[in-house]
Every structure is written in structure tokens, then in C-alpha cells.
């Protein structure tokens, strides 16, 4: 009885590990004297870079126009898009025109990825002292902008970035996200600390909201020294903590919220793109072609092997000690994995169905590990150095 029991340490210790080990950014500072910015304060430009969004771009582009920040302009980058984002945009800007306003892209030229090249263009055309690279797929509460501003003086930052509320709609984002933010928070664990300049590999933002001094900006190189990267926000933190700038990560889940995909498809396209190159970034040159295959098997064996064997166990073979123990992991997996879905918003009963969710995981790392530097991503195509991708930013 006594190994069964031994063998469910793992679980046991990576339980205890989310639990007492990692914790989530600071919220935002709130209050009625944060929210009231005398007019005063610095321009801030919102740059919302945007291809095929006519289904996000208005509901974005109103939530930051009621925004009480009063300096601010909002420049929606138009990234070529074939379907109807402009003159969905040009609708909301109409009603705001002392806000917002739209930039035609231009062409992607030859070395550029898509989001990159967006956002340089709104820099190029921003006025504000602080800029704000945010996702088409956001929503903003209105005095979200005034506390983050004054998160970036409360954390004397260089740039701040938020963590905010997942929506998630359907049967797939309910059960796939929380195991994709699980993986991210057991290598991230406490990354709402600024680090210092050596620890860089182990910054990280979030590229649905990121707000910088213009000065910090183009002292890093803005997006143009970024201009091949697929993982834009991670790869700009890295360089600003390896340049010796202050880079913050605080909560706003009462705030701040993204609908990063609408389905499987979306699921599996868009984490395909980020989770290889990304996260290798964040490895020594040694770990980057082992640390895949065994994240892979590590997962089949945490979440596939246990539910199997209990099922075996259950009808007799092998039965005994080993009911005990697969019954055990299961068990501790279930509240796990219950408590994954229910802290992200889900209804806590997708838990129930982890090995799914890990069996989907667990495919889009073997994808993105097999494509490589391979990524598809809003109708274009790119074949990336995955080797210069992962080196200094």
C-alpha cells in the first residue's frame, strides 16, 4: 500500500507547487483619486494594430474612446485587412472623432511579420508620451488607462503590462485555455517581479495590453527591432529587462478582458504560433530541442496515464494497490484541474474533463514543435530562423 501511495507525490508536489509557490500579479491601484488625472497629465496614445477584426473592432474601439483618461488619441492600424474592419471602425470613430482616428497601413515589407509592422506604423504616428499597444480582441473598462498610469509611477516602470479576464465562449476555450495558462504560470510562477538585467530569458508581458515611455520605446529600438519576431510582447520584455529598464506586470481582471479565440480552429492555429518559438526563448541554448519531447511526455504521463490506469484498475487488471493509486492521482488531478477552470472563469466542471483537454494541449506542442518555424496566422504565411528567433533579443 505504501508505494501506490509514494507514487502519487508528483501530483501531490505540483499540486502544492500552484498553490503555495506561484502567485498572480499585484492588481492595479484603484480609487477615486487614482481615476481623477488632472487634465494635465501625459498624452497618451493608444495604437490598436488590426487585420480581419470586423468582429472586434467595435466593441474595442468604443470601450477605449469612454476611457476618463482625458489626453489620449486612439489609432487604429488597419493591417491590410480583407473583410469589413475600417468601415466598422470608421462608424465608432465617427462618433469620436476628437479620439480616434485610422491609419491605412502599407504593405508588409520584406524581413516584417504583420503585428510588428502595425504597430511601428502607430508609433511612427503617435504624439502621445506614453504609448499603449493594445489587441483589437480587448475590452477596456473606462478607468482602466488612469490606473495603469498610475501603476507606472507607483512601480517607478518603464513599462507596465496587464494580466487580465479570459473570456471564454465555447466548449473548447473553456476546456483548452485553462491548461495553456496553467503550463504558463508553472514556468512564470512569480513574474509579476521586475528583474534585473541577467535574469532577462525570464521576462514576460502581455501583448494585449502593454503601456511604455515613448522615450523607453525608442531607446529599445520600438517594434523595428522586432520586426521578425512572433512573439512580439514576450521578445520586447526580454530586451527591455536586458537593456536595464523597469518593466512591470500587474493584475486588472476587473478591468481588462480578451477573447483571444473564438474556437478549436483559433485554439490550435494561434498557440501553435506562440508556444514553440516563444517559449524556447525563455530556455538556455541547451534546453531548447529537449525541453519539447519531454513536455510532451510529461504531460501524457501526468493527465493520460493515471485515468487509464484507473479504468484498467477499476475492471480488475491490474486492481489492488494500483486502484488505490490511479484512484488517488485522479482525484488530486480532479481538484487541480477544477480549480484551473473555475480561476479562470469557466464553470468548474470542465476539470471533469482534463485528459481532453491535456490530449488537446498536448497536440498543438507536438504541432508548433513539428512546424517549427513554420506559422500561418490571419492569412499569411512565414518560414522563420527558429534559431535567430530564440537567440538575444
Known amino acids: 500500500m505504501l508505494t501506490p501511495l509514494l507514487l502519487t507525490l508528483p501530483w501531490l508536489g505540483l499540486l502544492l507547487f500552484l ?50 483618461w482625458p489626453r489620449l488619441e486612439i489609432l487604429l492600424v488597419d493591417d491590410r485587412s480583407e473583410d469589413d474592419t475600417v468601415a466598422r471602425a470608421a462608424e465608432v470613430a465617427a462618433r469620436h472623432p476628437d479620439r480616434i482616428r485610422i491609419v491605412r497601413g502599407e504593405p508588409l515589407p520584406p524581413g516584417w511579420l504583420g503585428k510588428p509592422w502595425a504597430c511601428h506604423q502607430g508609433a511612427r504616428e503617435a504624439r502621445g508620451d506614453l504609448l499603449l ?52 504560470l508553472a514556468r512564470f510562477p512569480r513574474h509579476g517581479r521586475p528583474l534585473p538585467p541577467q535574469r532577462w530569458r525570464g521576462a ?24 521578425g519576431e512572433v512573439v512580439e510582447d514576450m521578445r520586447m520584455a526580454q530586451r527591455l529587462v536586458r537593456l536595464g529598464y523597469r518593466l512591470s ?52 504521463l501526468l493527465w493520460m496515464m493515471p ?36 480561476r479562470m472563469g469557466a464553470p468548474a466542471r470542465y476539470g471533469l474533463l482534463y485528459p481532453l483537454g491535456a490530449l488537446v494541449t498536448d497536440w498543438i506542442f507536438l504541432r508548433a514543435w513539428r ?13 522563420l530562423d527558429a534559431d535567430a528567433l530564440m537567440g538575444e533579443p
Open 19 to 68: 498553490t503555495l509557490w506561484v502567485r498572480l500579479p499585484r492588481p492595479l491601484p484603484s480609487g477615486p483619486a487614482v481615476v481623477s488625472e488632472p487634465v494635465a497629465g501625459p498624452r497618451v496614445t493608444v495604437v490598436v494594430p488590426a487585420r480581419n477584426e470586423a468582429r472586434n473592432v467595435e466593441a474595442v474601439l468604443t470601450s477605449l474612446a469612454a476611457s476618463a
Open 133 to 184: 499597444f493594445t489587441d483589437a480582441d480587448t475590452r477596456h473598462a473606462p478607468d482602466l488607462l488612469p490606473r495603469a498610469v498610475a501603476a507606472l509611477a507607483e512601480d517607478a516602470a518603464d513599462a507596465v503590462s496587464l494580466a487580465g479576464r479570459q473570456l471564454m465562449e465555447s466548449f473548447w476555450e473553456r476546456l483548452v485555455q485553462p491548461h495553456v495558462f496553467t503550463v504558463m
Open 204 to 227: 514576460i508581458a502581455n501583448g494585449q495590453y502593454i503601456l511604455i515611455r515613448r522615450q523607453t520605446y525608442d531607446a529599445i529600438g520600438g517594434h523595428e527591432a522586432l520586426r
Open 249 to 300: 506586470l500587474r493584475g486588472a481582471e476587473d478591468a481588462f478582458a480578451t477573447r483571444m479565440y473564438s474556437g478549436l480552429g483559433e485554439i490550435v492555429e494561434g498557440w501553435s504560433k506562440n508556444v514553440f518559438l516563444g517559449g524556447l526563448a525563455t530556455l538556455p541554448p541547451w534546453m531548447r530541442w529537449l525541453t519539447p519531447p519531454l513536455m510532451i511526455l510529461g504531460s501524457l
Open 307 to 342: 485515468p487509464v490506469a484507473l479504468l484498467a484498475a477499476a475492471a480488475g487488471m491490474p486492481g489492488g494497490p494500483w486502484l488505490v493509486w490511479s484512484g488517488s492521482v485522479v482525484a488530486l488531478s480532479l481538484v487541480l484541474w477544477c480549480a484551473a477552470a473555475w
Open 371 to 383: 512546424r517549427g518555424g513554420r506559422v500561418r496566422w490571419k492569412g499569411r504565411e512565414y518560414t
